[in-house]
């Protein structure tokens, strides 16, 4: 243990008493200006801890905390997040899980990052993850299927992200294709997926999302101050990023399972209704070109089967939007 996780543990052992900077550096044998860093670096983590000059230090909640210790406390996966990597910051979580998966990382690392400095959206767009607010995290998984039925699996994650939302009992969510989750028009969540695979078999996949859970949106740059939103802001209170992420991970292994068993009937069935898009008409950009028709299934690869002025049309990428 390092001294701040020393100091942790001191303020978690006594979580009902004060604890004095001059005891916890004799204690610790350590100044009281390293005490007094620590905490405060304690403080910029998440933990809510009250400081006083007179009466010490004394640890109020963890709540806001995301890291590995507190997600392993509450973890309940079988193979899921039992490898953590975690980062206070780094350039993207999706670039990081790509780098040590091909250097062999297992099935069901997770890698999570307070901040991205080159966080990666769809179509080379950027996404940015407020720290200590948003959540960032990347899945490595290894399933044995042949490429074409990966982009499956960001069905099986938006599905998973909507379940998460049902229990906390917000349900004013929708999943946006092809993979967005947005409430009220403003988005609250994306998926990233990328893979690694030869012409018949995966190698791995990663599956990254980016979720807003207590950010204030009037904070946020102001590029997307306007179109994105929060969990925090629509349900009224902070959410635990931790009990967020652990829950959510949960019900992705059991989807991810039920998918590997063969059953992507269900999990398809579940992402049609809770996208609302069968027969809506709709926009579709991809890239320069703009097609308008009404939307008449959605395919087991998750693309949007288009009645239009010619015909059928199978969309497989693109943006949309309701007309
Ligand atoms: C999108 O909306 O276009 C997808 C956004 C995906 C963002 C997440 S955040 C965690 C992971 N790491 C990244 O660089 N991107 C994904």
């Known amino acids: 243990m390092n001294n701040r996780e020393k100091i942790l543990d001191l303020l978690q052992k006594s979580s009902e008493e004060w604890l004095s900077g001059e005891y916890i550096s004799n204690i610790l044998g350590i100044s009281r200006t390293a005490v007094w860093k620590n905490i405060n670096t304690l403080k910029d983590t998440g933990y809510q801890i009250e400081s006083s000059s007179k009466l010490g ?3 109020i909640s963890s709540k806001n905390v995301l890291s590995t210790a507190e997600l392993e406390k509450i973890l309940t996966t079988d193979t899921l997040g039992r490898e953590i990597v975690f980062f206070n910051e780094t350039d993207s979580t999706n670039v990081q899980a790509f780098s040590i998966a091909t250097k062999g990382a297992s ?3 997770v890698v999570i990052s307070e901040s991205q400095s080159m966080g990666k959206g769809r179509l080379q767009r950027k996404w940015y993850t407020d720290p200590g607010k948003g959540l960032a995290v990347s899945m490595i998984l290894r399933p044995v299927i042949e490429p074409i039925y990966a982009p499956r699996l960001t069905l099986v994650t938006a599905v998973a992200l909507s379940e998460v939302l049902d229990e906390i009992g917000l349900n004013t969510y929708e999943i946006k294709w092809p993979n967005d989750i947005l409430i009220k028009g403003k988005k609250a969540a994306g998926i990233l997926s990328e893979m690694k695979a ?4 995966v190698d791995f996949v ?14 946020l740059p102001h590029e997307i101050k306007d179109i994105a939103c929060s969990l925090m802001e629509e349900l009224g209170f902070e959410i635990s990023r931790t009990e967020f992420l652990a829950t959510f991970l949960k019900k992705f292994e059991e989807s991810y399972n039920e998918f590997l068993s063969g059953n992507f009937a269900g999990i398809l ?3 049609i209704e809770k996208s609302k898009i069968l027969n809506k008409k709709i926009k579709v950009t991809i890239l320069d070109r703009e097609l308008y028709g009404t939307v008449r299934s959605v395919n087991d690869d998750g693309n949007l089967i288009l009645e239009t002025g010619e015909g059928l049309k199978t969309i497989n990428s693109g943006d949309i939007n309701y007309i």
Do not use: A, P, S
């Open 269 to 271: 069935e579940k992402w």
């Open 107 to 109: 099935h069901g690392t």
């Open 206 to 219: 990663i599956i990254g999302f980016g979720i807003n859970i207590n950010t204030v949106t009037d904070l």
């Open 198 to 201: 030869d012409i018949d078999r």
């Open 57 to 59: 230090h004394k640890l």
